[in-house]
Structures are given as C-alpha cells and as structure tokens.
C-alpha cells in the first residue's frame, strides 16, 4: 500500500513533468554548434532541442539546460558544467570525458555506452540514471546520487567514490578493477559490484573536510576565472 509520503513524491514527480511539457511548444532549435554554445552560456532552454553529433567540447557553462535534449553522440568533453540539467537527455554514445560536471541534474538521463573517462560528478542527482555500457574508467564520484541507477556492464575502473547513494543501483557486469570508495553502503545496491572497491586510505574526518574545502576552493577559483574571462571578452 502506497504511504501519504510516497503519494506526495509521486505528485510531486507529476507535476514536473506536466511544467516540463508545457515547455515543449518553446524549443529553441539552434541551426549551428557557434549558435548552440551561445544558447547554453545564455542560460537559453533547449529543451527538447537535437543536439546529436555536435561538437560542444571546451565548453563552459552555467545553468545550463539539456533536459530532454538529443546529445546523441555529441561531443562534450574537456568541459566545465556547473549546474547543468540533464534530465531524461538521449546522451547515449555521447563523449563527456575529462569533463567536470557539479551539482547537475542527471535524473533518469541516458548515457548508455557514453565515454565519461576521467569525468567528476560533485553532487550530482543521477537517480534512475542509464549508465549501461558507459566508459567511467578513472571518473571521479563525490556526494553523487545513484538511487536505481543502471550501470550494468559499466567499465568503472580505476574510478574512485566518495559519500556516494547506491541504493537501488545495478552494478551487474561492471568493471570495478582498482576502484576505491569512501563512505558508500555498498549493502544498498541492488546488484553489488564484485568485487567490492577498496576503501581509500583511512583518514580522520578532519582531513578529508580539509580536502574538500581545499577542492571546492581551487573549484571556485576556476569558475571565477572563467567569469571573469568571459566579462572581459563582452
């Protein structure tokens, strides 16, 4: 029997959906990759936009909105993401790797047999996420949501997970060699990994809040250079 909470969530849920397709009849369909960058550094709503196969590299953007956007083998590496919206994007086949992507929203996103090698998730919301297939190989997992994400067959070695929610998610088939994890209930996934990936190098908490703060520090030196970089060109 459904409880009075999840009754709400799943209002909640619905209602996202109806605002996102009232959006539907105001697609923004840019008509080249120059015109394309210029709507994500805008902020502009490409929603429903076809995006398959473009070369969107180097990009760096804030706000950015790819929601229900075909990426479609695109190309999105070597980026700079902060705050992106991804939900239910067709990025499948797509090449994010060596991109950092923070605090974006990922959920129900396809990045089934997508390159994300040497990619950062930092609080990210993959919940029901598709990772069939992808390259993580080497990719950086921090304060990210898996909750029922699929990540069979995933090549995930090498990678490293830190304060990451597993629950519900499907390691089956996936390659976790060399991979390590800090704080992740490994009991709550559907299908575990296996073998399970080793614990970081056991730290007081004291440090590893230290270097985080060092992180998110050199973080927003970044994104403040890029402000500025991009103030001085207008």
Not at 81 to 94: D, M
């Amino acid at each position: 029997m459904m409880t009075l909470h999840n009754q709400i969530q799943r209002m909640i849920k619905m209602t996202s959906e109806i605002k996102i397709e009232k959006k539907a009849s105001e697609v923004i369909q840019p008509e080249s990759v120059n015109e394309a960058r210029q709507a994500l550094q805008a902020k502009k709503d490409l929603s429903g936009a076809n995006l398959e196969g473009l070369q969107l590299d180097n990009l760096h953007a804030t706000g950015a909105i790819f929601r229900k956007t075909n990426l479609k083998n695109a190309n999105l590496s070597h980026g700079l993401l902060i705050s992106p919206n991804f939900y239910k994007t067709n990025a499948t086949g797509a090449a994010v790797d060596r991109t950092v992507i923070v605090n974006g929203d990922l959920v129900k996103a396809c990045f089934a047999e997508a390159d994300l090698s040497e990619s950062a998730l930092v609080g990210a919301n993959a919940e029901e996420a598709d990772f069939h297939g992808a390259n993580l190989r080497q990719a950086g997992l921090f304060g990210t949501n898996l909750c029922n994400a699929n990540l069979t067959n995933a090549n995930l070695a090498n990678s490293r997970f830190a304060g990451v929610n597993v629950t519900g998610a499907d390691f089956s088939g996936a390659d976790m060699s060399r991979a390590k994890a800090y704080q992740v209930n490994w009991e709550q996934a559907k299908v575990p990994p296996e073998p399970l990936p080793e614990g970081f190098i056991q730290l007081p908490k004291w440090a590893w809040s230290a270097i985080l703060g060092s992180f998110l520090g050199i973080l927003g030196v970044i994104v403040y250079a890029i402000l500025r970089r991009k103030s001085a060109n207008s």
